[in-house]
């Protein structure tokens, strides 16, 4: 018998083992078409046959499948902002988008063909960039610059960019090194330019890093070099604690060696040696400031403060001249220091000095001490300082014997000495005083007024003696004949003694 049903059961079941291997096909597949799954998945919602065991395993598929696409569209970012002035799109990672092509399930989504797209794109651009880095200087930096531009109007991010953008730093900075040394860039302003090259030397592909050693580059490096040790000389020079005085910011220190001279009693007077012991003469740093103008580096932050220095020197070294020309130890004119002074402060330009407004020129003791402490704070010396120190040394140990003699009376007018001190002493001191080169007025005062109190007691005592001079020769007659008896009484005795 012929059923009607049986054609129409017939054909679903053939309908069923299609939609099966179907199915079955789809699920062995890598990638499947989401829309073929989409539709095959219609399909078996509407089919009277239950497919529960391939809906399963096929709904897992079209899971992993939309999970896919949730991190595709969560790794493209949007191409515009939503609103006006909104940061620019964060670019995708190169790797990440090829991980994702390689794993995906489905191979005719839009997300897929854009990021297919995308790499052929990136791979294409990074192509040439290799060529450009290795093409060298055949390649303009203009051409470079375009390619930059390029890689970053991609949304994704690529090592090579890195690499291009370091490539140009490289040629920009060797032209910007040439034009600095070419014009003689400040110190620190230098080498803070020279640090710049490790940095983008750094951001070089690894394999160029080390091919990467521009001639300019060294030449810098040599021009550092050669003030580096331009800068110790002058520290060797005026020595270490000068150096930080005279060249820390705000340094007051050129203010102070200007200031007015004051006089002193240079109570502390220490020798000759130890005045100039470690000090370089003038001459040392006038040899620095000559070098200077051929360093191929601006040094003239350290330049400008030794001119001051120099000048300041100058002044000081005038002050001492006048004092030498005023107490006769130098025959030379004043007016010969002041023109070869004035020559080279004119030459080296340096800052003005408040020193030669006080000048006295008097033979002041004082004054001159003044002037030989200032000396003594400045780092380096000259042959009139050493000399005023020799005199001012010698004088003050003629005033030191004065004071030492003499020194201030205590009560009932005695002087509390500690040796005797003879009137022959005191004479010598006051012919000594002539010949000095001081007048030590005080000094000169104590010692004359005590000559004068001893020739006034020594004319009372020569009086008191010639009025009674008869009286003082019949006493000393009888205590000669009284001295003579008990002389003879005295050897009778030893005699008697030695009988028994």
Same mark, same amino acid.
């Given at each position: 018998?012929?059923?009607?049903?049986?054609?129409?059961?017939?054909?679903?079941?053939?309908?069923?083992?299609?939609?099966?291997?179907?199915?079955?096909?789809?699920?062995?597949?890598?990638?499947?078409?989401?829309? *073929?799954?989409?539709?095959?998945?219609?399909?078996?919602?509407?089919?009277?046959?239950?497919?529960?065991?391939?809906?399963?395993?096929?709904?897992?598929?079209?899971?992993?499948?939309?999970?896919?696409?949730?991190?595709?569209?969560?790794?493209?970012?949007?191409?515009?902002?939503?609103?006006?002035?909104?940061?620019?799109?964060?670019?995708?990672?190169?790797? *990440?988008?090829?991980?994702?092509?390689?794993?995906?399930?489905?191979?005719?989504?839009?997300?897929?063909?854009?990021?297919?797209?995308?790499?052929?794109?990136?791979?294409?651009?990074?192509?040439?960039?290799?060529? #450009?880095?290795?093409?060298?200087?055949?390649?303009?930096?203009?051409?470079?610059?375009?390619?930059?531009?390029?890689?970053?109007?991609?949304?994704?991010?690529?090592?090579?960019?890195?690499?291009?953008?370091? @490539?140009?730093?490289?040629?920009?900075?060797?032209?910007?090194?040439?034009?600095?040394?070419?014009?003689?860039?400040?110190?620190?302003?230098?080498?803070?330019?020279?640090?710049?090259?490790?940095?983008?030397?750094?951001?070089?592909?690894?394999?160029?890093?080390?091919?990467?050693?521009?001639?300019?580059?060294?030449?810098?490096?040599?021009? $550092?070099?050669?003030?580096?040790?331009?800068?110790?000389?002058?520290?060797?020079?005026?020595?270490? +604690?000068?150096?930080?005085?005279?060249?820390?910011?705000?340094?007051?220190?050129?203010? +102070? $060696?200007?200031?007015?001279?004051?006089?002193?009693? *240079?109570?502390?007077?220490?020798?000759?040696?130890?005045?100039?012991?470690?000090?370089?003469?003038?001459?040392?740093?006038?040899?620095?400031?000559?070098?200077?103008?051929?360093?191929?580096?601006?040094?003239?932050?350290?330049? +400008?403060?030794?001119?001051?220095?120099?000048?300041?020197?100058?002044?000081?070294?005038?002050?001492?001249?006048?004092?030498?020309?005023?107490?006769?130890?130098?025959?030379?004119?004043?007016?010969?220091?002041?023109?070869?002074?004035?020559?080279?402060?004119?030459?080296?330009?340096?800052?003005?000095?408040?020193?030669?407004?006080?000048?006295?020129?008097?033979?002041?003791? #004082?004054?001159?001490?003044?002037?030989?402490?200032?000396?003594?704070?400045?780092?380096?010396?000259?042959?009139?300082?050493?000399?005023?120190?020799?005199?001012?040394?010698?004088?003050?140990?003629?005033?030191?014997?004065?004071? @030492?003699?003499?020194?201030?009376?205590?009560?009932?007018?005695?002087?509390?000495?500690?040796?005797?001190?003879?009137?022959?002493?005191?004479?010598?001191?006051?012919?000594?005083?002539? +010949?000095?080169?001081?007048?030590?007025?005080?000094?000169?005062?104590?010692?004359?007024?005590?000559?004068?109190?001893?020739?006034?007691?020594?004319?009372?005592?020569?009086?008191?003696?010639?009025?009674?001079?008869?009286?003082?020769?019949?006493?000393?007659?009888? $205590?000669?004949?009284?001295?003579?008896?008990?002389?003879?009484?005295?050897? @009778? *005795?030893?005699?008697?003694?030695?009988?028994?």
């Amino acid at each position: 018998m012929n059923f009607p049903e049986l054609i129409e059961y017939t054909q679903l079941l053939q309908e069923a083992r299609e939609l099966k291997t179907t199915i079955t096909a789809m699920l062995v597949e890598d990638k499947v078409s989401l829309t *073929a799954m989409r539709e095959v998945m219609a399909k078996i919602e509407v089919f009277p046959v239950n497919f529960e065991l391939e809906v399963d395993a096929f709904q897992k598929k079209m899971l992993s499948a939309q999970s896919w696409l949730a991190k595709v569209r969560k790794c493209i970012p949007k191409r515009r902002g939503s609103r006006r002035g909104a940061t620019e799109p964060k670019k995708m990672d190169l790797n *990440a988008i090829r991980a994702l092509v390689d794993d995906a399930p489905c191979e005719d989504s839009a997300e897929m063909f854009e990021m297919q797209d995308l790499l052929e794109c990136a791979d294409e651009w990074a192509e040439k960039v290799r060529v #450009a880095i290795e093409g060298g200087t055949d390649v303009s930096l203009e051409s470079l610059k375009e390619l930059v531009e390029e890689g970053r109007e991609m949304p994704v991010d690529i090592d090579e960019q890195q690499f291009l953008e370091a @490539e140009i730093a490289t040629r920009e900075w060797c032209v910007n090194a040439t034009t600095m040394l070419s014009t003689k860039k400040p110190l620190k302003e230098l080498e803070e330019f020279a640090s710049q090259a490790k940095l983008i030397r750094k951001q070089l592909h690894p394999k160029k890093q080390a091919r990467w050693k521009p001639q300019i580059e060294r030449d810098i490096h040599t021009a $550092l070099e050669v003030a580096r040790r331009w800068v110790n000389e002058v520290k060797d020079v005026i020595g270490t +604690t000068a150096f930080d005085k005279l060249f820390v910011v705000n340094s007051s220190y050129l203010q +102070t $060696l200007g200031e007015a001279v004051t006089a002193s009693d *240079a109570n502390t007077l220490e020798s000759t040696e130890q005045f100039i012991k470690g000090k370089k003469t003038i001459e040392s740093v006038l040899k620095l400031v000559d070098k200077a103008e051929k360093l191929g580096v601006d040094v003239r932050l350290y330049l +400008t403060r030794l001119q001051g220095l120099l000048t300041h020197t100058y002044a000081v070294q005038q002050l001492a001249v006048e004092i030498l020309v005023t107490i006769g130890v130098h025959s030379t004119e004043i007016s010969q220091l002041e023109s070869k002074t004035s020559e080279q402060e004119t030459t080296l330009n340096p800052e003005e000095s408040t020193l030669s407004d006080s000048v006295v020129k008097d033979k002041s003791f #004082a004054y001159a001490c003044g002037v030989l402490d200032r000396i003594a704070l400045f780092p380096i010396i000259f042959d009139e300082g050493v000399t005023l120190h020799q005199v001012i040394q010698s004088e003050k140990t003629w005033a030191v014997k004065v004071r @030492e003699a003499l020194p201030p009376r205590q009560s009932r007018k005695k002087r509390q000495t500690k040796d005797p001190v003879t009137l022959d002493h005191l004479q010598t001191l006051l012919q000594e005083a002539s +010949t000095l080169r001081f007048q030590f007025p005080e000094e000169r005062k104590i010692l004359t007024k005590e000559l004068e109190e001893v020739a006034l007691w020594q004319e009372k005592a020569r009086q008191v003696v010639e009025v009674n001079a008869v009286e003082f020769m019949q006493v000393a007659k009888y $205590l000669q004949e009284y001295d003579f008896k008990v002389y003879g009484k005295v050897c @009778e *005795a030893k005699n008697q003694l030695k009988s028994y």
